[in-house]
Every structure is written in structure tokens, then in C-alpha cells.
């Protein structure tokens, strides 16, 4: 599974966006890249997920560069709540014994 | 549809001493894992279920970890003995298993302390 870079820790005042970059500069054709956020003292919860297009769902939007090599997760309007570990991961998403690797992650710190 | 549950929620042992943690996957999720969470890093997978078969258990320290996922459903983790360095957060995860995709879903996770 290709590596990714995410900064340690980012700042973000309640109700605006929030945007996570992540750096995957050997992510392969066939690597999907996945964002998990654990918020304290609970597992990991799974946000979105793409490949080549970006992506939105009811918790966040995904984009992804054309190169691939980068992306960025949007939160449009955190909250407190949002206040979390957020990790981006690439891997092969296909077929039996694929995993997660995780690494660091990113800090979110919402604040009011 | 209820989550992943895990039991139990923390445990303290002496280290030398033997634990088990126990895993409930959310119903007809055919893959089940179990992860490694140090304080202050990102999970690590041990050991990775298909079924009652194992897929991945090549991060599992197998002279003092072992697991099993009789009958495809529950799943156990045991640590015999336990070292200080197994402090950690033990945290289960299953998705739907198949070729596509996948969604882990995960567990609170056990909270283990060995003094």
C-alpha cells in the first residue's frame, strides 16, 4: 500500500470548512484513497472513499488532485463534534486481503 | 443494525498474566479483524478473518497472541502472557467481505493495561 503524509495537527473555527490535506505521491493506478476519523476513546469511523473523481456524501466532500498524487478532505461546516483523529489511507480496495494501514493522522481541532 | 461489540470495555492485569478479549461482528459480515492501538498511533492490524479462515496474520507476535473465529461469527483474542508493552487499545473491525470495496466497521475497542 502506497504512504501517506498528513500534518499532525490543524485548527478550525465552528462553522466554517475545514479542509484536511493528505500527500500520496506513490499511490498506484489501482489504490483507492479511504478517511477514517476516530473521535475519542472510540474506534475509527469511516467517512468517504474515492479513486479518480471526488467524492461527497452527507459528512464530507473528497477531493482528489488529477495526478492523484494529493487530496483533500472537506468537512463544510464543522462542528465540535468533528473534533477527531482523521487518517487517510490509500490501499487496493478489491477482493479478499486488502487492509487498512494506518498511520498518525491528522488532529482536528474544532473550535468555538 | 447494531454495531460491532466488543467486551470488555477495559482491563488491568499483572504482566505475566493471560487476557481474552471478546468480538461480535454486525450480522453477516463475513470479515472480521482485530487491530493494535498504541496510545498516540494509528491501528494496527494483528489478524484479518474470512469466515472461520485467516487471511492475514503476519503483524500477529504469535508466541503470545492467538485468535480464533469459530463457527464464522464471534471472535476471540488471547495474550499469554501478557508483556508491559501490550498496553494498548484492542479494537475489532468486520465488513461484508466479498470483492468489492469494503467498509470496516469498528468496535469501541478494549482498553488493556498491563502493570
Known amino acids: 500500500d502506497a504512504k501517506t503524509t498528513q500534518p499532525p495537527s490543524m485548527d478550525c473555527a465552528e462553522g466554517r470548512a475545514a479542509n484536511l490535506p493528505c500527500n500520496h505521491s506513490?499511490?498506484?493506478?489501482?489504490?483507492?484513497v479511504y478517511w477514517y476519523r476516530q473521535i475519542h476513546s472510540q474506534g475509527p469511523q469511516y467517512i468517504i472513499h474515492?479513486?479518480?473523481n471526488n467524492e461527497t456524501n452527507e459528512m464530507a466532500s473528497l477531493i482528489i488532485t488529477e495526478d492523484r498524487k494529493s487530496s483533500t478532505l472537506i468537512l463544510p461546516h464543522a462542528t465540535l463534534r468533528d473534533t477527531a483523529v482523521y487518517y487517510c489511507?490509500?490501499?487496493?480496495?478489491?477482493?479478499?486481503?486488502?487492509?487498512?494501514?494506518f498511520g498518525a493522522g491528522t488532529i482536528l481541532r474544532v473550535k468555538s | 443494525e447494531a454495531g460491532v461489540a466488543q467486551s470488555p470495555r477495559y482491563k488491568i492485569i499483572e504482566k505475566r498474566q493471560s487476557v481474552a478479549f471478546w468480538c461480535n461482528p454486525i450480522?453477516?459480515?463475513?470479515?472480521l479483524y482485530w487491530y493494535q492501538q498504541i496510545l498516540g498511533q494509528g491501528p494496527k492490524l494483528l489478524i484479518q478473518?474470512?469466515?472461520?479462515?485467516?487471511?492475514?496474520d503476519s503483524q500477529l507476535p504469535k508466541d503470545r497472541f492467538s485468535a480464533e473465529r469459530l463457527k464464522g461469527v464471534d471472535s476471540t483474542l488471547k495474550i499469554q502472557p501478557a508483556k508491559l508493552e501490550d498496553s494498548a487499545v484492542y479494537l475489532c473491525?468486520?465488513?461484508?467481505?466479498?470483492?468489492?470495496?469494503?467498509?470496516?466497521?469498528f468496535g469501541p475497542g478494549t482498553r488493556l493495561l498491563v502493570l
Open positions: 473491525a468486520s465488513s461484508k467481505g466479498g470483492t468489492g470495496v469494503e467498509t470496516q466497521y
Open positions: 506513490t499511490i498506484s493506478g489501482n489504490e483507492y
Open positions: 474515492g479513486l479518480k
Open positions: 489511507i490509500v490501499r487496493v480496495g478489491m477482493g479478499y486481503g486488502n487492509k487498512l494501514v
Open positions: 450480522s453477516g459480515h463475513a470479515t
Open positions: 478473518f474470512q469466515n472461520n479462515g485467516v487471511v492475514d
